[in-house]
């Protein structure tokens, strides 16, 4: 198979950074991505792209924790370049607050993180409401500028990308010789996963440039993201729920529970209000797949179901989805060479 | 009672907003007038980015760490207040950048979550082998010397636009006190070969990525010759020049280009970063701050002037320490003359 033609459904950040895997681990492929929406339009474009994991409850924790690890090395480099501005990737440091004394002290990504400390009790005094925290530094991907740079990145390596809606993947078996899913939330349908579930999260973005660190609550509902321009205020977690529209009673009461973690919001202007619907599931589904149908084989691999975790795990899965790319054309030249016998 | 106060830089306003605060009930007739040839946004507070941080050494005087710590905690006390904002104060973090491992500073216990930086960190900086990490305070002089003037105008202070010669030129006219709050001009009040320009010259970008001070330290060039990053709410500040007994007040474009490639090379994404101004003032650097009382004979009249003057590249860190040691020695200026104004008791 001299160009392999591989199509890659989905432009968000799981799609255009597996689209860009591909193009580093396969030279000669010839990359398409098709989706129905493009930055500043998908899910990721909502997110604050921050680079603290969410843990996934049956993916093993030392799979999660490579996929971390890679991925923060990958965005490391960019932030200590001149391509970081335009590549929208930064250095954030703050904290991670509790009420009450978690009883796993120390996530699994502690040591991939920078500066991973417990709070002195002087820090502490900032939140009175809380008894325990967490000092750390990590990384933040702002979009739609990530987003954008991947596209330029494709470009120049040749990828084309084209806005198509795909109801059915059988639709691109003629034209592309592995199809790669990364359709996040699409794929409940286009693939009839039921293991996949949204998660919607409300935030609000709003201009407040004297924050200059994170804030979370480790409980992982309200938090406040300082981007480029904005900085994110967050959040809802309400599963089971396609509602894209947002909320007034939810935007009031995210602004009030931020505002009690950093008084000093009160003063932010051109408040903005975003809703996204997390793609969630108990793994992340990394996985090749044949589909088969009247004699005819498709070569599938998956790349979806990163819930709350897609930005701090997107590099890790793509380079796994695009070594799954490799082993499917591994397996067609070996039929193809089998068929010439 | 009637207070002169030379000076609207951060200094002078705070000395006279502290004075005020605490004396204007235990003193009625108490009324401040400030002077100023300049005033915000053309001080030296105004170029400075606000950053919070004493130098590396306090040489031992525990005094002006004792004050740098008062100020500390009077501003992050204030840190949740609706005034925050508008005083220009937040919170941020940062580095302190080495070529070798150094003691670490007098202030290590004042500021927040200080520590060592991890090797991981230092990859980010290539040439420094050892850092510090902290949070501090950012207090921008061109939000907080309006907040002042504010609070003051309130007050009833009141401010004339003039260049003060001499202490004789304000103490006339009922004027009891001065206070002479004249930065890097005291000179011309009163000669001190102490005091000399540490002239800084800095770029204003645009840079909003950077949500961390940096700054780099050359123990061989000093203080603040080696480059600095320090983003503030508007734009970022870059600089890195102190030039001892430099009296210039324009831009050079020397030290523009040193700046410009020292703080590109430190963090490359600067390269792309848009410049939106220059500046360049005069620290009034002294070998110590001059805080004190002096009683001048003017004509036939005494005037109590309190100095105040001579913080250097810390005066932001500093005021408010300063600003209370300046209201202390005023307070004992009042009690002086109370108990000159009470006639004596009988004698038995």
Redesign the interface.
């Given at each position: 198979m001299a160009s392999p033609k591989v199509a890659v459904v989905g432009a968000g950040v799981i799609g255009l950074s597996t689209a860009l895997c591909i193009t580093e681990t396969c030279p000669s492929c010839s990359v398409t991505v098709l989706s129905d929406q493009f930055s500043p339009n998908t899910t990721s474009d909502v997110a604050a792209g921050m680079l603290i994991p969410h843990t996934y409850p049956d993916t093993p924790i030392h799979r999660q924790k490579q996929w971390f690890k890679e991925t923060f090395t990958y965005l490391f480099a960019i932030?200590?370049?001149?391509?970081?501005?335009?590549a929208?990737i930064?250095?954030?440091?703050g904290w991670q607050v509790f009420k009450s004394t978690p009883k796993e002290e120390l996530p699994f990504w502690s040591d991939i993180v920078?500066?991973f400390?417990p709070?002195?009790k002087?820090?502490l005094q900032?939140f009175p409401q809380h008894q325990f925290g967490q000092?750390f530094?990590t990384l933040k991907c702002?979009c739609p500028p990530y987003l954008l740079w991947l596209e330029k990145r494709l470009k120049a390596a040749g990828t084309q990308m084209y806005t198509r809606k795909v109801a059915d993947l059988w639709e691109l078996h003629s034209e592309y010789d592995i199809v790669v899913n990364c359709t996040g939330m699409g794929a409940q349908q286009l693939v009839g996963d039921k293991q996949l579930f949204p998660v919607r999260g409300q935030v609000l973005k709003v201009h407040a440039?004297?924050?200059?660190?994170f804030i979370r609550d480790g409980d992982g509902l309200t938090y406040i993201y300082?981007g480029?321009?904005k900085v994110t205020l967050g959040g809802t977690r309400e599963k089971g729920s396609w509602s894209l529209s947002p909320d007034a009673y939810t935007t009031k009461d995210i602004f009030d529970r931020c505002c009690s973690l950093e008084?000093?919001l009160?003063?932010a202007q051109d408040i903005k209000v975003k809703v996204g619907l997390r793609p969630s599931r108990q793994c992340v589904r990394v996985q090749r797949e044949v589909l088969s149908q009247g004699g005819v084989k498709l070569p599938v691999v998956h790349n979806y179901g990163h819930g709350a975790g897609g930005f701090s795990v997107h590099r890790g899965t793509a380079k796994e989805a695009a070594h799954l790319v490799e082993e499917c054309i591994s397996a067609l030249q070996g039929s193809s060479s089998r068929a010439k016998l | 009672m009637r207070v002169a106060i030379i000076g609207a830089g951060v200094i002078g306003l705070s000395s006279a907003l502290c004075i005020h605060e605490q004396f204007h009930s235990l003193e009625p007739s108490l009324e401040l007038q400030v002077y100023a040839d300049h005033f915000t946004p053309h001080t030296t507070s105004d170029g400075a980015a606000g950053l919070w941080q004493p130098y590396l050494s306090d040489h031992g005087n525990l005094q002006e760490t004792l004050w740098n710590k008062e100020t500390f905690d009077y501003l992050l006390g204030h840190l949740h207040s609706p005034a925050a904002k508008e005083m220009g104060l937040f919170l941020i973090s940062g580095y302190n950048l080495f070529t070798e491992p150094v003691p670490d500073p007098s202030w290590k216990n004042i500021v927040l979550g200080f520590r060592n930086l991890t090797p991981k960190e230092l990859e980010l900086f290539p040439g420094y082998s050892y850092g510090w990490f902290n949070t501090a305070l950012m207090l921008e002089g061109r939000s907080y010397l309006p907040w002042l003037t504010n609070r003051l105008t309130q007050r009833g202070v009141k401010f004339f636009h003039k260049k003060v010669e001499s202490f004789q030129e304000v103490s006339g006219d009922g004027v009891d006190v001065v206070l002479n709050c004249s930065g890097m001009r005291s000179g011309d009040l009163q000669p001190d070969p102490e005091l000399q320009p540490g002239r800084g010259q800095i770029i204003k970008v645009l840079a909003p990525w950077v949500k961390h001070f940096i700054i780099t330290h050359n123990l061989k060039s000093g203080i603040y010759n080696s480059p600095y990053v320090i983003p503030g709410s508007e734009f970022t500040v870059l600089g890195g020049i102190y030039q001892h007994g430099n009296w210039s007040e324009e831009n050079s474009a020397k030290d523009h280009k040193s700046i410009w490639d020292s703080c590109c090379q430190l963090l490359p994404a600067l390269q792309k970063a848009k410049i939106v101004g220059e500046w360049c003032g005069l620290r009034p650097a002294r070998p110590s701050v001059r805080l004190e009382r002096e009683s001048i004979r003017l004509g036939n009249l005494q005037a109590e002037v309190i100095h105040n003057y001579g913080h250097g590249g810390f005066g932001i860190t500093i005021h408010w320490g300063c600003a209370m040691a300046a209201a202390r020695l005023f307070g004992s200026i009042l009690q002086e003359k109370k108990q000159l104004a009470t006639p004596p008791g009988p004698r038995l």
């Amino acid at each position: 198979m001299a160009s392999p033609k591989v199509a890659v459904v989905g432009a968000g950040v799981i799609g255009l950074s597996t689209a860009l895997c591909i193009t580093e681990t396969c030279p000669s492929c010839s990359v398409t991505v098709l989706s129905d929406q493009f930055s500043p339009n998908t899910t990721s474009d909502v997110a604050a792209g921050m680079l603290i994991p969410h843990t996934y409850p049956d993916t093993p924790i030392h799979r999660q924790k490579q996929w971390f690890k890679e991925t923060f090395t990958y965005l490391f480099a960019i932030s200590n370049s001149a391509e970081a501005s335009e590549a929208g990737i930064h250095l954030v440091s703050g904290w991670q607050v509790f009420k009450s004394t978690p009883k796993e002290e120390l996530p699994f990504w502690s040591d991939i993180v920078l500066g991973f400390r417990p709070m002195s009790k002087a820090e502490l005094q900032k939140f009175p409401q809380h008894q325990f925290g967490q000092a750390f530094m990590t990384l933040k991907c702002d979009c739609p500028p990530y987003l954008l740079w991947l596209e330029k990145r494709l470009k120049a390596a040749g990828t084309q990308m084209y806005t198509r809606k795909v109801a059915d993947l059988w639709e691109l078996h003629s034209e592309y010789d592995i199809v790669v899913n990364c359709t996040g939330m699409g794929a409940q349908q286009l693939v009839g996963d039921k293991q996949l579930f949204p998660v919607r999260g409300q935030v609000l973005k709003v201009h407040a440039p004297w924050v200059k660190q994170f804030i979370r609550d480790g409980d992982g509902l309200t938090y406040i993201y300082p981007g480029i321009h904005k900085v994110t205020l967050g959040g809802t977690r309400e599963k089971g729920s396609w509602s894209l529209s947002p909320d007034a009673y939810t935007t009031k009461d995210i602004f009030d529970r931020c505002c009690s973690l950093e008084p000093s919001l009160q003063g932010a202007q051109d408040i903005k209000v975003k809703v996204g619907l997390r793609p969630s599931r108990q793994c992340v589904r990394v996985q090749r797949e044949v589909l088969s149908q009247g004699g005819v084989k498709l070569p599938v691999v998956h790349n979806y179901g990163h819930g709350a975790g897609g930005f701090s795990v997107h590099r890790g899965t793509a380079k796994e989805a695009a070594h799954l790319v490799e082993e499917c054309i591994s397996a067609l030249q070996g039929s193809s060479s089998r068929a010439k016998l | 009672m009637r207070v002169a106060i030379i000076g609207a830089g951060v200094i002078g306003l705070s000395s006279a907003l502290c004075i005020h605060e605490q004396f204007h009930s235990l003193e009625p007739s108490l009324e401040l007038q400030v002077y100023a040839d300049h005033f915000t946004p053309h001080t030296t507070s105004d170029g400075a980015a606000g950053l919070w941080q004493p130098y590396l050494s306090d040489h031992g005087n525990l005094q002006e760490t004792l004050w740098n710590k008062e100020t500390f905690d009077y501003l992050l006390g204030h840190l949740h207040s609706p005034a925050a904002k508008e005083m220009g104060l937040f919170l941020i973090s940062g580095y302190n950048l080495f070529t070798e491992p150094v003691p670490d500073p007098s202030w290590k216990n004042i500021v927040l979550g200080f520590r060592n930086l991890t090797p991981k960190e230092l990859e980010l900086f290539p040439g420094y082998s050892y850092g510090w990490f902290n949070t501090a305070l950012m207090l921008e002089g061109r939000s907080y010397l309006p907040w002042l003037t504010n609070r003051l105008t309130q007050r009833g202070v009141k401010f004339f636009h003039k260049k003060v010669e001499s202490f004789q030129e304000v103490s006339g006219d009922g004027v009891d006190v001065v206070l002479n709050c004249s930065g890097m001009r005291s000179g011309d009040l009163q000669p001190d070969p102490e005091l000399q320009p540490g002239r800084g010259q800095i770029i204003k970008v645009l840079a909003p990525w950077v949500k961390h001070f940096i700054i780099t330290h050359n123990l061989k060039s000093g203080i603040y010759n080696s480059p600095y990053v320090i983003p503030g709410s508007e734009f970022t500040v870059l600089g890195g020049i102190y030039q001892h007994g430099n009296w210039s007040e324009e831009n050079s474009a020397k030290d523009h280009k040193s700046i410009w490639d020292s703080c590109c090379q430190l963090l490359p994404a600067l390269q792309k970063a848009k410049i939106v101004g220059e500046w360049c003032g005069l620290r009034p650097a002294r070998p110590s701050v001059r805080l004190e009382r002096e009683s001048i004979r003017l004509g036939n009249l005494q005037a109590e002037v309190i100095h105040n003057y001579g913080h250097g590249g810390f005066g932001i860190t500093i005021h408010w320490g300063c600003a209370m040691a300046a209201a202390r020695l005023f307070g004992s200026i009042l009690q002086e003359k109370k108990q000159l104004a009470t006639p004596p008791g009988p004698r038995l």
